[in-house]
């Protein structure tokens, strides 16, 4: 079997290890070892003292090569902050972005390779071959794609950069709109599309709908590969609110409704044909799209193998569909 | 009172640092305030990891700032490895240097600063406003001025970079020559020569006389305009071996024994005016050379201070020769 999942984060990550699970559980695939292409969220990526950040990428190749701070859920296990505090004591900007030591290095790594000429496909590839996921883990493209948002406060109007928003602000600034500046011309990474063409089913985590899943879906050409195949997904919405993080602050710039349903109606029955929604929402009804409730919190690893279980059988049941 | 000190590292450094007590404690020049420019040695810098590394420069910034590793001389205090050790999990080369993560920061701030168009000066100028050294540093040249050292082993015969050499291989492996590469075309840094035609005097520390002041030298212009002040040196050979370091490696290499004697010559009396050596070579003659002995070792505040106050006492002595 093989499966393609478009992953931002934190949520992304902790799906991608239930499935990983889930899969390495189903006896009746034993005989065939199932593969997974993860598609990554580059949206978020930053220059930050000359060093190219992933946050996305990272936190998926952490979370799945053991080396992840479970209880942040990003940023690695046992890190120092020693760079940081010297940054800090020569006055340099920005000081709201906490880069840790050991975060420093792989970041180190990233960036003198794409200095070397490497695209960020080979670079994360080669990053991995430390952290051994056990996934493919691709970007969504080796174009640089950044999200912006345009916002409005006492300073006036003026776009800044989505980690700006997200990390400084803790988006309690209002977003007025996002711009993913460079998604016009990107092209998908090497392998995205024939990953996604190949691929007997795709699912979508409970990522952020508009900066994680949206950015990917933005990359030409990606969305309507995806479109046409079996694709279920996991709310991120849970009884109005987001299980984590803040994807609230960026439904409503989009105006999009907090709930289970609206975000299944926002990424509409032409490219999801399965949705998974927690048991509060079992209520919620999607023309087109096939719903199902269960318990969503990914609260422990065997709760999220079993949502993961779930979004693949759904996928399976829904096979014929696309 | 104005004195310029042609400084390496770690000697060039704890020399500055007996000179700063000397000129605080000699009464007699407290209506006037000493000025010290120090031109240090950037012959020695390296790019790891795409980080701009100013050994020397580090060295005395961090020893006259209080940020030194004082049992080590170079190098931070309450250093940590962190970033090292997860660049050695990546794979990443080279190895052999041991990048500390406060240094780090120092790198990334310079690094950072060098790519958006400052100039090394203004560079160490600003790292200064943190460290506040208490001296006015600058570095020989803004350009990049390198050294690489012939080697030839069981690899055949190459150049190879001063650090690799020095650090890697301790420098054992013999070296054929030295080549300053970028040397010919490169100018003092803005303010070098002024501070040189402007200075009362001019010391040299017991820093390599090969690598490290002789880089300086190296630098077109500079050492005609040493040449014609009062310039008084300290030995940084006593009874025949370097009191710290490998500078007899690098003698060897250009043909100049191992000696007090010998270096000042090397230095030549167009250059040098007086030389203070140990007790242990109070023996050594040197035509066209004004030579004093007394205890030499900077082996305590104390005595440090005294050797520096020598070093300016035999140039204020001198002053009317040049």
Redo the contacts between chains.
């Keep these: 079997m093989r499966i393609v999942v478009l992953a931002g984060g934190i949520g992304g990550a902790r799906f991608l290890r239930g499935l990983k699970d889930a899969l390495h559980n189903r006896a009746d695939q034993a005989d065939s070892q199932p593969e997974i292409t993860v598609i990554g969220n580059t949206g978020d990526d930053i220059t930050l003292?000359?060093?190219r950040v992933c946050p996305d990428l990272d936190t998926v190749m952490y979370t799945l090569g053991g080396g992840i701070n479970e209880e942040q859920g990003w940023g690695r296990a046992d890190e120092?902050f020693?760079?940081?505090?010297?940054?800090i004591?020569?006055?340099?900007q920005p000081q709201w972005f906490g880069l840790g030591?050991?975060d420093?290095?792989?970041h180190?790594?990233r960036?003198?390779m794409l200095?070397a000429g490497y695209p960020l496909s080979a670079v994360t590839e080669a990053?991995c071959d430390?952290w051994r996921p056990g996934v493919r883990l691709l970007p969504m493209t080796d174009d640089q794609v950044e999200t912006h948002v345009l916002v409005e406060d006492g300073s006036g109007r003026r776009a800044i950069h989505f980690q700006e928003w997200w990390v400084r602000y803790r988006a309690q600034t209002p977003a007025q709109a996002f711009v993913s500046v460079g998604a016009d011309s990107a092209e998908p990474a090497p392998g995205v599309l024939a990953a996604v063409e190949e691929a007997d089913l795709v699912l979508l985590p409970p990522s952020n709908p508009v900066v994680s899943v949206g950015s990917i879906l933005g990359v030409p050409g990606i969305r309507e590969a995806v479109a046409a195949k079996t694709v279920v997904g996991v709310s991120p919405i849970i009884g109005g609110a987001p299980v984590r993080g803040m994807a609230d602050a960026c439904l409503s710039a989009i105006g999009v409704e907090t709930s289970a349903r609206a975000v299944a109606e926002h990424y509409g029955p032409e490219l999801l044909d399965g949705w998974l929604v927690d048991d509060t929402d079992a209520d919620a009804a999607v023309d087109g799209v096939t719903v199902r409730a269960m318990p969503l919190y990914m609260s422990d690893p065997e709760r999220t193998e079993a949502i993961a279980r779930a979004a693949v059988d759904l996928a399976v049941e829904l096979g014929g569909r696309s």
Tied chains: 1, 2.
């Design positions: 003292f000359g060093l120092t020693t760079v940081r505090e010297e940054l004591a020569y006055g340099m030591d050991r420093v290095a792989t180190i790594v960036s003198q200095a990053l430390r």
